[in-house]
């Protein structure tokens, strides 16, 4: 047992692992969820941004590697914004994400009966980053000519009254890597003194907190934990939740594995180097 | 035949014979969804396959996985790039309307960055682009990064501190933020005060490290879920929960 | 030649450094104006990078391809991926390549969903394995410092998730505080130290002295 354990076989781990997501995931595991407070502060902004009758822009910026955590942000943002009838214009700093805001487009605008053109629009991917972070501050016509439709956004409803970043009651960035932190705060944020709201990978948290607390960023979604707050938040309950039975689990076999490897070590890996 | 062809075998035989199972009960549509479904299905299982021992269904999927990426960055770079933004306006130059003659200047920048992986006769003429590119972008990230990320940042941190307990945790950031700022800096020995600074400095950074590695153990599992979660849910179609 | 090859750029990289911080502090609209004019061009240079970008990623397996290295099929491989989808973004559904893209239907809008959402998903969701099981061999409380880090990830991965509150109704408050101050603490101080060293080689890029940009080759 104690050579078993010493040498263990990383395929054990593996399918421990395996094992630790799908059987929670074919049971019925439903804990409540605790909202933090920068999910909340999310959630607040954007009743207030209803309530103002106000323009929300969504740079989609995560590719399908972060599908699974980011997505159902994405999801749950547009519903929020749909129900509470805010005009929503998406746009994206990375090309391999077209394809996944198209869909979360779709899929919540059929939900609440929201009018391309009208009600939302969605503007592309475009490159340049920071440079193109600086043509939307003051000329947002002139960085989005047409959006993805083809359609002038000079003469669309949804965004013919925006000028520039400044006319957007809200930004949210939905990242998988460093575009809120290398690109919309210090070339956009910084200067037009928007509300910038964060949902991103569970990677990217821990480093955003220096900007939640100098007011740069004023919430931040982070993982698929973050993403469950959210569907908790607006009531709808959707991958994110159902995911956080089996993240718990696994997270426990993992803290299991170790503590057995330093139970291990300190039993007999002082003498040997540990397990090989 | 060795163990791993056979385990290659059996792997190929389970899969088809649970898409047989899947099609012929109906469970997956037999259309174009039914059909990406059970590819979408083929990949996700070969790529896993690498668990086991890297082999050629992983490498397959992989490299035409690569092929298919990089065309559908070429495709967004020209339907929402070249075409609307330089081939479009520059075709409708004309005598009369010459709004977008500036266009031809960044296009032409564009071409000499092209010529990067040409021969060398030519190669030098990337440099120019590149030139502009760096110098630009050293000359914007500048004054921004001193405003954003070190101004911005400097000023909460040395705000009043007050004798409850958001002031303590304002003290507390106070001292992580100047101790882990002396850990690095490296023109000083560390030792006496200097030491026990950087001391706390490196528990700081500690505690910051076993956060990011907690929060990307999460952000990996999470991936799994989503896949595992497409398995079961739309290869499979089960109806979850099952029990 | 010398100076069309290696100072023509050095003085292009110093002449747009400048104006870039310049039009930064200068509130004028004249200032705005080139700032908005330079960056518009800078926008367009870009998307020639991402095209050499993957021209250069093809041309690499194009030589494996054509030396037959071990394993050249699988690079063949890559041309059949990218010849496919960029065939069925040329047809763009019907509508031809000069026409907007089609982004509902269609072959191209299919691939992407069967292809490639789920071989990127699947290939980053594989860490997860691997992760796990270098946690068990390596994750060891060898010294105080291992043994914070330790304790750290711990208190996270179960504050986190919703399990953490059944387990002790304090662990996620406790999540929270550490990610609030010793984290931020930790993460500003490196922040700090990045962003000095990114304005320090971004004055040295302007000034000429750090000049990898220009890449090796003939003078």
Redesign the interface.
């Known amino acids: 047992m104690k050579a078993f354990l010493l040498n263990l076989d990383r395929r054990v781990i593996f399918v421990f692992v395996a094992l630790g997501i799908v059987i929670p995931s074919l049971a019925p595991v439903r804990m409540p969820i605790p909202i933090t407070k920068d999910v909340q502060a999310i959630y607040d902004t954007i009743e207030d941004v209803g309530a103002k009758n106000g323009t929300v822009l969504i740079s989609f910026d995560y590719g399908p590697s972060a599908k699974p955590e980011v997505q159902p942000m994405a999801l749950s943002v547009l519903r929020h914004c749909f129900r509470n009838q805010i005009k929503v214009i998406g746009m994206s700093h990375i090309p391999t994400s077209v394809g996944l805001a198209q869909r979360a487009f779709e899929t919540a605008a059929k939900e609440y009966g929201a009018q391309y053109g009208e009600d939302y629009t969605f503007l592309g991917f475009k490159p340049g980053g920071g440079s193109l972070v600086i043509n939307m501050g003051s000329d947002f016509h002139g960085a989005f000519q047409k959006d993805l439709r083809g359609s002038d956004t000079a003469e669309l409803s949804v965004t013919k009254n925006i000028r520039g970043l400044a006319d957007f009651a809200y930004v949210i960035c939905l990242a998988s890597g460093n575009t809120p932190d290398g690109l919309w705060i210090p070339y956009g944020q910084e200067r037009y003194k928007f509300k910038f709201g964060l949902g991103c990978t569970a990677v990217m948290a821990p480093d955003q907190y220096p900007y939640l607390q100098s007011g740069q960023m004023n919430g931040m979604m982070g993982g698929l934990a973050g993403a469950a707050e959210y569907e908790t938040l607006i009531n709808a309950s959707g991958k994110a939740t159902a995911g956080m039975g089996a993240q718990s689990f696994v997270h426990l076999i993992i803290i299991c594995f170790i503590v057995l490897g330093n139970v291990m070590f300190f039993l007999y890996g002082r003498q040997k180097g540990g397990a090989q | 035949m060795n163990r791993d062809h056979l385990v290659f075998f059996l792997f190929l035989l389970v899969f088809a014979a649970v898409n047989i199972y899947l099609f012929a009960s109906g469970s997956l549509p037999a259309n174009?969804t039914g059909?990406?479904?059970f590819?979408?299905?083929g990949?996700?299982l070969s790529?896993?396959s690498?668990?086991?021992k890297d082999n050629p269904l992983f490498?397959?999927?992989?490299?035409?996985?690569?092929?298919?990426?990089?065309?559908?960055?070429?495709?967004?770079?020209?339907?929402?790039?070249?075409?609307?933004?330089?081939i479009t306006p520059i075709s409708e130059l004309d005598g009369e309307s010459m709004n977008n003659l500036?266009?031809l200047?960044?296009?032409m920048?564009?071409?000499f960055?092209?010529t990067?992986?040409s021969a060398?006769k030519y190669?030098?003429l990337?440099?120019?682009?590149?030139?502009?590119?760096?110098?630009?972008?050293?000359?914007?990230?500048?004054?921004?990064?001193?405003?954003?990320?070190?101004l911005?940042?400097?000023?909460?941190?040395m705000q009043a501190i007050t004798p409850d307990f958001a002031g303590v945790?304002l003290f507390?950031?106070?001292?992580?933020?100047?101790?882990?700022?002396v850990?690095?800096f490296y023109s000083v020995e560390h030792t006496g005060a200097v030491g026990v600074a950087s001391k706390i400095?490196?528990?700081?950074?500690?505690?910051?490290?076993?956060?990011?590695?907690?929060?990307?153990?999460?952000?990996?599992?999470?991936?799994?879920?989503?896949?595992?979660?497409?398995l079961?849910e739309e290869w499979l179609v089960?109806q979850?929960?099952?029990? | 030649m010398l100076f069309l090859r290696r100072t023509l750029p050095l003085i292009i990289a110093f002449v747009m450094g400048v104006i870039g911080i310049l039009c930064f502090y200068i509130p004028h609209s004249a200032a705005e104006s080139l700032e908005l004019e330079l960056t518009k061009w800078d926008r367009i240079v870009a998307a020639f990078a991402l095209v050499l970008g993957i021209y250069s990623l093809m041309r690499l397996h194009w030589t494996r391809v054509r030396r037959q290295n071990p394993g050249w099929g699988y690079s063949f491989l890559v041309f059949v991926g990218f010849a496919i989808m960029t065939l069925f973004a040329i047809y763009n559904d019907g509508q031809g390549p000069l026409n907007p893209q089609e982004i509902d239907t269609g072959p191209f809008v299919w691939m992407y969903n069967n292809v490639q959402v789920p071989a990127d998903a699947t290939m980053f969701s594989i860490l997860a394995f691997f992760i796990a099981s270098a946690a068990y061999r390596t994750f060891r409380a060898r010294t105080p410092e291992a043994a914070i880090l330790l304790v750290s990830a711990i208190i996270v991965m179960i504050g986190r998730v919703p399990i953490g509150a059944a387990i002790y109704h304090a662990l996620p408050d406790l999540a929270q505080w550490m990610m609030d101050v010793p984290n931020l603490a930790a993460k500003r101080g490196i922040l700090l130290g990045v962003s000095l060293g990114a304005v320090a080689t971004a004055l040295r890029i302007i000034f000429g002295i750090e000049r990898s940009y220009l890449g090796g080759g003939e003078e």
């Open positions: 174009m059909l990406g479904t590819i979408a299905a990949i996700t790529l896993y690498f668990l086991y490498k397959f999927a992989e490299n035409l996985y690569v092929g298919v990426a990089a065309a559908y960055t070429l495709n967004q770079v020209w339907y929402t790039v070249l075409l609307p933004d330089v500036w266009l200047v960044p296009t920048l564009g071409f960055m092209l990067q992986l060398a190669s030098w990337s440099r120019i682009a590149f030139a502009f590119v760096v110098g630009l972008g050293s000359g914007l990230a500048i004054p921004r990064t001193i405003a954003a990320n070190l911005a940042q400097m000023q909460p941190t945790n507390i950031i106070l001292v992580g933020v100047v101790a882990v700022l850990y690095f400095g490196i528990y700081f950074l500690m505690i910051s490290f076993g956060a990011s590695f907690g929060y990307t153990i999460m952000a990996r599992l999470s991936l799994l879920i989503g896949r595992v979660g497409f079961l089960l979850l929960p099952l029990f």
